[in-house]
Structure formats: C-alpha cells, structure tokens
C-alpha cells in the first residue's frame, strides 16, 4: 500500500539506484609457479651423494601453507624440464617404467593444476614423453608443439580453470628451438612452431571462446630474446616468451622458464597493456607467486596483481612427503650406490674449463672404445663435477656425463676436424697478448670490463662452458697468442702416424652437437641441417653415460692419465692465464 504513495519519479530514481549498484564480491586468486625442477624431487642430491640445499619437499611445504590461506583460489604451476638432472627421474624414465613416473606421483602430491613441456622433457623420447601425457592426471600444456600426423597441438595447447567462479586460461607453449639440440628421432612426430604466432592463433580463440578473467602465459623459453644473436623479431626464437607478450595483447601474467634465472619484471606491450613476468630459476630454488585481486569496478573486475619470489630455504621439509616417498628414495639410493668399477684418484672437472683434463679424457676414451671411431669431441657438460678416489658407483656416472646425449659417429675430413675446433677454440680462449692476460674468453661492456652474471655474480662466457669442446685420437696444439681460427696445429694422430687433412675420418659426437647445438657444424663448418645429417654414419639411440658405464665396467680399474694429445701454447701464458681466470672463478 505504501509504494502506491511514491511519485513516479521516485521510484525511477530508485530503480537507476539498484541498477547501478555492484553486485559482485572482491575475490583473490593466487598462482604459485615452479620452473625447471631438473629431478630436484627430494632432499636428497644423489649426483653428489648429500643433502640438497632445498628441493619440491619445501616446495610441498610452501603450497600447503598457500593452500590454508586461499582453499578457494589457489593455482599451482611448473614450467617444465622435470624429465632430467637426477638419478630419480633417470631411473622412472628408463630403469623402472612399469610403475607410476615419480614426477606424476610428487606433482600429484603436492597438488599442481598444469604443467608445460621443457626441452629436456622431450630429450627421453616420445616413448618416455609419450607415457607421461598419457599418465599425468595434470595437463601438460604446449600449444607449439604441433602432431605432424594431426596437424594439431601433441599436448594439450591450454587449459581453463575455474577459481571461486573466477575463469583463469592458461595457454602454454615450448621453445621452439628443439632442432638445434635433439636429434630428429626424438621429436619425428612433432613440429614447433613460432611463439608469436602460435599466441597470435590461441588468444584470440581463448579470449572469445572461454571468456577468462585472467590470461596467463606458461612458457618453456627464457627472458633473454636477445640469445644467440636473435632480436624481438627473429622467427622461432629460443626465448620468445617477452616478444609474443608484447605482439599478442591479451596476457595478464607471464611465466618464464629455462634459462635459469631469477627475474620479476612488468613490462608494457605494444597495446598499452601490462604483463607482470617472472621467472623461477631452477632445482625449487624459489617459487614464483602472482596474487591477483579481483575488485568489483562497475559491474565488472579491475585486477590488481602483485608478483613476488619466495626463497624456498625459508621453508622446512615437508615430513609427509618426506614419509610418502622414502621407500622411492631408497630405491634410488640402492640404485645410485650401486659399485661399478675403481678409480685410483680423485678427478675433477674443473681442469677441463682451462685445458687437457683427465676427466674429459675418460668420456673420450669410452667414446672411442664404443665407436671404434678416430677421433672424439666431447664438450664440458659440467665445470664442477667431481669422482672420488675409489669405487666408482652409477651415481659417479650422473657426476661424469651431466646430460642424456646420445653418440653419434661422422664423417669428417681432417680439415673440417680442424675447423671444428678453431670454431670451439675461438670461442673459448681469449687471444692473448700478454701472460697478464686472461686465458678464457669473457664478455666485455663497452669500456672492455667484463660483465657480471645477473644469475650467479660470476663473470659471464662468451660461451656456454658445456661448449668447450675437446678432441682425442689426434695430436694437437692450440695457440692463444694468435687470432680464432689460427690457432689448432694438428701434427699426427695419437699413435704417431700421419693426420691428412684430405682424408675423412671417422669422428664420435654427441647428439647435442650433431644437431646443431654450439653452432659446430653450421657455423664452424658451415654445413648446413642436410649435409650435417648426410656426414652422420650411425646415430645411436644410447645415451654416452651409458656407454661410459660400460666403458668402466670394462676396464674395473681406472687409472687416470691424460692422453697428452693436445696442450695450449705458449706454455706460460697458458699457466699464468689458468692462475689468474682460476682465481676468479673459484
């Protein structure tokens, strides 16, 4: 009866007034993102048979205790490259692959929403790879990676997920750059494609199909688009991830991996629009966290977004995880202890950043005893390895040969043997003009003062050291005092007799190489993918560690002495170069 009694223009007034107001509710959603875990699923290293500084224990430690604080909104992410870097995942991959991977069971225990593909994920093989899409009970994420069979995605390219009625797309994707790494066999059925283009396809689908609240980016593929020379608009760049971010408009946040680093940046695209970026670096050192607050602004949300990188040392191991997985844990402590031969003194790898090693010289002495091939390349795979004095166990072997190459034989005429190590040599050593020079090849600003790593504090390569390249079954000298690509003298082949550049010869690489990694054979040699696969003569689907294994067992007692087939000159540059580069990177 009353409303009978408010003129008109009241109750319109009223109206206007219920219509205006903001039904919605402020919400929060947090996403918590790993990257790069390289097998660093326990407390335990077992490369180095200790503990291990932090690993996805405290990861699991950390999520639960994100979990009590947004039961409603939490979203747990990695960015892949989990397949590699330990005895654990090694031993799921190829030793016991009856029962559940170990990445699906620790993944499943902490809780974690998606996953995308690294480059060393696809490194086992597509039985390996093949086997863990079908078991994750999480979507493992890569819309780049593309089924040649299909013509569509080999993973799942994104995937949508509903928080507190909030709608989160999540569109991930790979490095493309897989070819110049992996042999083809590992990846024959898939092709990768551009990021900027795959995104330039996928977000306009995400954005009018699904209609998210928040887009994010999980990407395999590093900060730096400037790698290799590369610029923000080189086609299929290793780390595409900041320039699709900038050419494709629509992604809120984005999630780097790969390259290691630790980074929280905000960048502007070409739209106007920010993107928060982080990046996670590696082994569950950190964990990345984006909360994002929802905030009703006239009938729709205004997001405001706050990114941070928790130090994962903060956070204890989480016992129950810790109890679910200890009998895995000493099922690879069996596995890793297991003896396989004696070595007489202690080697270490760190030699071999400056010159001859008798590390390097046991890969290369297994290489030539497996091929039966001439010569040997072997490049540094890791500057701080380390086999004790005594019985050599199968977790040495993860110390010996960090990553799963595989080894291939070529044909090489001697002269491209010499320009393939020119190539290296030029890359490795500086050109010395003095003994107060530096020995190794380090990246310079503009004034001539080297650069620091952003990631460690140390002084950075012009040269990743896993492409210090070494060479066994020719005698040689390397010359500093003279420019790249005058500086390897070969002078006969180890056991005396005469090295003929004419001739072709039979030479082990690995697969790393003979695909393209380091630039060797496209720009050392100028081959191009072709000719590269017409000099291979057999491609082994083995990886080295194993054929090093069985090099040992072999021989049961190794006694390390160099092979004296190469040495650096002039002699005392050398030495006082090694003396002061020691001194620095130490």
């Known amino acids: 009866m009353f409303l009978k009694y408010i003129p008109v223009l009241s109750l319109l007034s009223i109206f206007l007034m219920l219509l205006s107001c903001d039904t919605k509710q402020p919400k929060e959603i947090t996403i918590l993102f790993t990257t790069d875990i390289h097998g660093a699923l326990f407390s335990q290293d077992f490369n180095k048979n200790k503990k291990a500084a932090v690993s996805l224990s405290n990861v699991s430690s950390f999520v639960k205790q994100e979990r009590k604080s947004n039961p409603d909104g939490l979203i747990v992410l990695d960015g892949g490259d989990f397949l590699q870097g330990q005895p654990s995942v090694y031993y799921s991959n190829f030793v016991d692959t009856v029962n559940e991977h170990i990445v699906t069971r620790t993944f499943d225990f902490i809780g974690y929403d998606a996953a995308a593909v690294g480059n060393h994920d696809i490194e086992p093989g597509e039985e390996v790879y093949q086997r863990l899409k079908n078991e994750f009970h999480f979507k493992w994420i890569a819309a780049n990676a593309i089924d040649v069979r299909t013509g569509k995605p080999y993973f799942t390219p994104y995937i949508v997920i509903n928080k507190d009625g909030l709608k989160v797309a999540v569109l991930g994707m790979i490095t493309p750059n897989i070819h110049s790494w992996l042999p083809k066999y590992l990846w024959k059925n898939i092709e990768f494609e551009d990021m900027v283009e795959t995104a330039q396809k996928w977000i306009p689908i995400i954005k009018n199909t699904e209609k998210p609240d928040l887009i994010i980016g999980l990407f395999h593929s590093g900060f730096d688009y400037e790698v290799n020379g590369g610029n923000i608009d080189t086609p299929k760049n290793e780390n595409g991830g900041i320039p699709t971010a900038m050419k494709v408009d629509g992604f809120d946040i984005l999630l780097l991996g790969h390259d290691h680093q630790e980074r929280l940046e905000e960048i502007t695209n070409n739209f106007g629009n920010k993107v928060y970026v982080i990046n996670a670096k590696t082994e569950a050192c950190f964990v990345g966290k984006s909360t994002v607050k929802f905030i009703p602004d006239g009938g729709k949300y205004k997001k405001e977004i706050i990114t941070e990188l928790v130090d994962m040392n903060n956070y204890p191991l989480d016992e129950k995880y810790e109890k679910t997985f200890s009998g895995f844990v000493d099922t690879i402590n069996s596995y890793v202890d297991a003896e396989i031969g004696f070595i007489t003194k202690t080697i270490t790898s760190h030699k071999a950043l400056f010159g001859p090693s008798e590390f390097m010289d046991i890969i290369h002495n297994a290489q030539l005893d497996a091929t039966g091939a001439d010569v040997s390349f072997a490049g540094l795979l890791s500057n701080n390895s380390e086999v004790k004095e005594g019985k050599i166990t199968m977790g040495d072997l993860f110390s010996l040969y960090k990553y799963e190459n595989l080894l291939y034989t070529m044909s090489l005429t001697g002269k491209e043997i010499k320009c393939f190590l020119e190539y290296g040599y030029g890359k490795q050593y500086n050109t010395m003009h003095s003994e107060n020079d530096h020995l190794l090849n380090y990246k310079k600003d503009k004034d ?139």
């Open 448 to 586: 001539g003062k080297l650069v620091e790593s952003e990631r460690n504090g140390g002084y950075l390569l012009i040269t990743p050291s896993f492409n210090f390249i070494s060479a066994a079954g020719i005698k040689y000298t390397v010359d500093v005092s003279k420019e790249p690509g005058e500086r390897v003298v070969i002078s006969s082949m180890s056991d005396g007799s005469a090295f003929d550049e004419n001739r072709r010869y039979n030479v082990a690489v690995n697969s790393y190489q003979a695909s393209g990694g380091g630039g060797f054979f496209s720009e050392g040699l100028n081959f191009s993918k072709d000719e590269t696969e017409k000099r291979i003569i057999v491609a082994s689907t083995i990886d080295v560690r194993k054929y090093v294994a069985d090099y040992i067992i072999k021989q049961k007692i190794i006694n390390p002495v160099s092979r004296n087939d190469w040495r650096v000159i002039p002699e005392n540059y050398f030495k006082k170069g090694m003396a002061k580069d020691m001194a620095i990177r130490n």
